[in-house]
């Protein structure tokens, strides 16, 4: 099993861009879920999903999509890019009320 | 409201000192925590989770309703357990909901 994947690791992109953060999972894991960590902040939940076909908003959802087609993919819609979406971005996924898997991360500077 | 508060950003003790990371939740319920660990901005990885019981690398956590807490806690620290301290909560309608970390330095 390769666990949770996150494409790309790192991210540049001017103000106004958009651009998907890819997520899957080859664990058959119901949940997964979007987070962005910025100093002093902790792990703020940007989207999550309990299953194909479902998707809900967490903590910080504004200027990010998410869609969940299938159960192991969840891409994050970033839909023009600012300077305040410079975080790294972290995706989980995990079976009911078991531990979550974390991707590797992906850092993404806006300019 | 469902909430996870880690009061310290910075914990710094020197090695063999014990170790206290405090985690505090808001939850109408039986909760079920956990403690996330990251290295080096490396991707997090489960410590303990409250229902095992279990003790990971030294670190034991005992969930207490009554203060609503669950502290982590270790008797040695390591210069290796130098890291980022995630509690995290399992919150209603599939959340898993996090504190803001502490982050634990230890000196030699």
């Known amino acids: 099993n390769a666990g949770v994947t996150q494409t790309p690791k790192f991210q540049v992109l001017k103000t106004g861009q958009s651009m998907t953060l890819q997520c899957a999972q080859d664990m058959n894991h119901e949940y997964m879920s979007w987070y962005r960590q910025d100093p002093g902040m902790g792990l703020r939940l940007i989207h999550y999903s309990v299953g194909a076909g479902i998707t809900d908003q967490g903590e910080v959802p504004n200027g990010y999509n998410v869609s969940r087609s299938t159960t192991e993919d969840f891409p994050l819609r970033l839909l023009s890019a600012a300077p305040s979406q410079t975080s790294v971005y972290f995706c989980?996924?995990?079976?009911?009320?078991?531990?979550?898997?974390f991707g590797q991360g992906t850092r993404l500077t806006v300019v | 409201a469902q909430r996870v508060t880690q009061p310290e950003k910075l914990l710094s003790v020197f090695k063999g000192a014990p170790v206290e990371l405090k985690c505090n939740y808001s939850?109408?319920?039986?909760?079920?925590l956990f403690w996330y660990v990251q290295y080096s901005r490396q991707r997090l990885q489960l410590l303990l989770r409250h229902i095992s019981r279990e003790s990971i690398k030294g670190f034991t956590a005992d969930l207490n309703k009554g203060e609503t807490s669950f502290h982590l806690k270790k008797p040695f620290a390591q210069e290796e357990d130098s890291a980022m301290y995630y509690c995290a909560l399992w919150g209603q309608g599939g959340k898993l909901i996090f504190g803001q970390g502490t982050e634990l330095s230890v000196k030699p």
């Open positions: 939850y109408s319920g039986s909760p079920e």
């Open positions: 989980a996924s995990r079976l009911h009320e078991t531990e979550a898997f």
